[in-house]
């Protein structure tokens, strides 16, 4: 019976789909084993509630720890946890806190993948950049616990930015302009950081 070798195709396909299910069960797994949200996320939790209890009007000050701290973060991810809580018509944002965020940063990787396919320009290597990318601890730890329901969503949402931006500055692609300024919109609503490195990258 002869041997039949793996196609560059097959080989892309086998090391995506590797990466895909042992980056997304790294994200997944810290959560599953601790049985709560991991590390921080307290204040999230309660301005997803404070969001919540105001109709989705966004508060002056979040009550956490009574200390009156303006409610100023970019609201995205509270919105985002607010609705999937009613819409699971839960009490408490509590499982939400716990598993969203490593859910988003599981997105993450079929996003940085359609980001280093459009700078490689090869499927091959981008699927092994992909594979390594999601194995990094810290973006495992980093993006899955609490808070990450914030660090996460500006992180999916800065690739897919990218990833159009490239095209319009590297193809002089104009259909792509409307990608470009969508989702580098949606990473100004999810996280404080996100649009620097958004910035600097382009």
């Known amino acids: 019976m002869q041997k039949q070798k793996l196609s560059p195709g097959d080989a892309e396909t086998l090391i995506l789909f590797t990466a895909i299910i ?13 049985g709560f949200p991991i590390n921080d996320g307290g204040m999230f939790f309660t301005m ?10 966004p508060p002056l000050y979040t009550t956490y720890n009574n200390l009156n701290i303006p409610f100023v973060y970019p609201p995205l991810g509270f919105y985002l946890g607010a609705v999937v809580s009613d819409l699971l018509n839960l009490g408490t944002p509590l499982v939400v ?39 990094i601890p810290h973006m495992t730890a980093w993006f899955s616990m609490g808070g990450g329901l914030t ?52």
């Open 22 to 34: 042992f980056g997304t069960l790294f994200r997944l797994l810290p959560v599953w084993m601790a």
């Open 48 to 57: 997803i509630q404070d969001l919540r209890s105001n109709q989705y009007i």
């Open 97 to 135: 806190i716990q598993w969203l965020p490593g859910i988003i940063n599981a997105l993450c990787i079929p996003a940085f993948y359609l980001l280093a396919k459009e700078v490689m320009g090869d499927k091959l290597q981008s699927a092994i950049a992909t594979l390594v990318f999601s194995l």
């Open 151 to 202: 660090r996460a969503l500006g992180a999916f949402f800065m690739l897919l930015a990218l990833t159009h931006i490239h095209r319009v500055l590297a193809k002089e692609s104009r259909k792509d302009i409307w990608g470009a300024i969508i989702f580098s919109s949606l990473t100004i609503l999810s996280h404080t950081e996100a649009p620097i490195y958004t910035i600097a990258i382009a």
